[in-house]
């Protein structure tokens, strides 16, 4: 079996070109502001990459850098700051922090009307129930789009996501088994016992654990579909930075044994960028000026 590819490239074109029709209907552009803390440098690649995105569909951004001894007091301040300006519609700190203890409160501090990662406890707490009418997180927002785009079904079959975290596993498996998506879901993470017996036994298999080469051949079911999150960056001395993106999932195997497949680079990545512009446009419509 030669698996298909899921694109998230185009898919992710298809929306930002929606979004830039409806911005260009605005008499004032979304406006997102991004605070990163300390010189990780993949984060400072990713926000680089959302600001350029929104650059091109119309969207402005102000971003600001913390070094990494900011303590909760300052960056907390600076979401304050964010909170109470009436030009700011949205609001993004690119996770992970230096230290990862800060997470939640920062969390809780920015308002829940320009939470456009959902994070906050509100709008998590809306997705956890079920309802509507919530931020949803960016990276789970756009692996649904994605299955729903190459038409695959969820309702009713059984999904096993690896990784718990608030930004991925967590919220994406709230996703998959709410209503109109109906999975059966079965949540993994670093204790799990027997996890290549369960990942195997997934119609759907979506590895969100940001450990290279952790999901091999042998733990994919024949014809399953395989959404691999993991972004890693391993050595690589033929690469001219000397290093190379690589996903959780052995790809070369998975496409033997998979129907569907999503890429690393191509895959996840792409849609997590488009859906934050979707949540953007969202907060600008919603908070008006
Ligand atoms: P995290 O470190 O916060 O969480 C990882 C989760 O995976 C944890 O719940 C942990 O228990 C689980 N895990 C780790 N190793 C495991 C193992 N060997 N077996 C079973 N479970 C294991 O990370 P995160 O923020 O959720 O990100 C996960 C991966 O997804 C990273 O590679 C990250 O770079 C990537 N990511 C990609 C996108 C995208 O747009 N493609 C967005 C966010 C995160």
Same mark, same amino acid.
């Given at each position: 079996?030669?698996?298909?590819?899921?694109?998230?490239?185009?898919?992710?074109?298809?929306?930002?070109?929606?979004?830039?029709?409806?911005?260009? &209907?605005?008499?004032?552009?979304?406006?997102?502001?991004?605070? &990163?803390?300390?010189?990780?440098? %993949?984060?400072?690649?990713?926000?680089?990459?959302?600001?350029?995105? %929104?650059?091109?569909?119309?969207?402005?951004?102000?971003?600001?850098?913390?070094?990494?001894?900011?303590?909760?007091?300052?960056?907390?301040?600076?979401?304050?700051?964010?909170?109470?300006?009436? =030009?700011?519609?949205? !609001?993004?700190?690119?996770?992970?922090?230096?230290?990862?203890?800060?997470?939640? %409160?920062?969390?809780?501090?920015?308002?829940?009307?320009?939470?456009?990662?959902?994070?906050?406890?509100?709008?998590?707490?809306?997705?956890?129930?079920?309802?509507?009418?919530?931020?949803?997180?960016?990276?789970?927002?756009?692996?649904?789009?994605?299955?729903?785009?190459?038409?695959?079904?969820?309702?009713?079959?059984?999904?096993?996501?690896?990784?718990?975290?608030?930004?991925?596993? &967590?919220?994406?498996?709230?996703?998959?088994?709410?209503?109109?998506?109906?999975?059966?879901?079965?949540?993994?993470?670093?204790?799990?016992?027997?996890?290549?017996?369960?990942?195997?036994?997934?119609?759907?298999?979506?590895?969100?654990?940001?450990?290279?080469?952790?999901?091999?051949?042998?733990?994919?079911?024949?014809?399953?579909?395989?959404?691999?999150? =993991?972004?890693?960056?391993?050595?690589?001395?033929?690469?001219?930075?000397?290093?190379?993106?690589?996903?959780?999932?052995?790809?070369?195997?998975?496409?033997?044994?998979?129907?569907?497949?999503?890429?690393?680079? =191509?895959?996840?990545?792409?849609?997590?960028?488009?859906?934050?512009?979707?949540?953007?446009?969202?907060?600008? !419509?919603?908070?008006?000026?």
């Amino acid at each position: 079996m030669t698996a298909t590819l899921l694109d998230g490239r185009s898919a992710a074109e298809e929306i930002l070109g929606a979004i830039v029709g409806e911005v260009s &209907r605005l008499d004032r552009p979304p406006h997102l502001a991004i605070l &990163r803390v300390g010189e990780n440098e %993949a984060s400072r690649c990713y926000v680089e990459r959302k600001c350029a995105t %929104a650059k091109r569909i119309g969207i402005r951004t102000t971003s600001r850098v913390l070094t990494a001894s900011a303590n909760l007091e300052e960056i907390i301040g600076q979401i304050d700051r964010w909170n109470g300006d009436s =030009g700011i519609h949205g !609001i993004l700190v690119q996770m992970p922090l230096p230290d990862s203890a800060m997470h939640g %409160a920062v969390f809780d501090a920015i308002d829940p009307k320009k939470d456009v990662d959902g994070f906050n406890p509100h709008n998590f707490g809306l997705l956890a129930q079920g309802r509507g009418g919530g931020f949803v997180p960016c990276t789970p927002n756009g692996i649904v789009h994605l299955l729903r785009r190459y038409g695959i079904a969820t309702s009713g079959r059984h999904v096993v996501v690896i990784g718990r975290s608030t930004i991925v596993g &967590r919220p994406l498996s709230l996703l998959l088994q709410s209503r109109g998506m109906d999975a059966t879901v079965t949540q993994c993470h670093s204790k799990s016992e027997n996890l290549r017996e369960i990942a195997k036994s997934g119609h759907i298999l979506i590895s969100a654990a940001g450990s290279p080469g952790l999901v091999g051949g042998d733990w994919i079911g024949d014809g399953a579909v395989v959404v691999d999150v =993991g972004q890693n960056f391993i050595a690589d001395p033929s690469a001219p930075s000397g290093k190379r993106l690589v996903g959780d999932v052995d790809f070369a195997a998975a496409l033997d044994r998979c129907s569907y497949v999503t890429p690393v680079p =191509g895959g996840v990545g792409p849609l997590t960028v488009a859906m934050l512009m979707k949540n953007v446009l969202m907060a600008r !419509i919603a908070n008006g000026c």
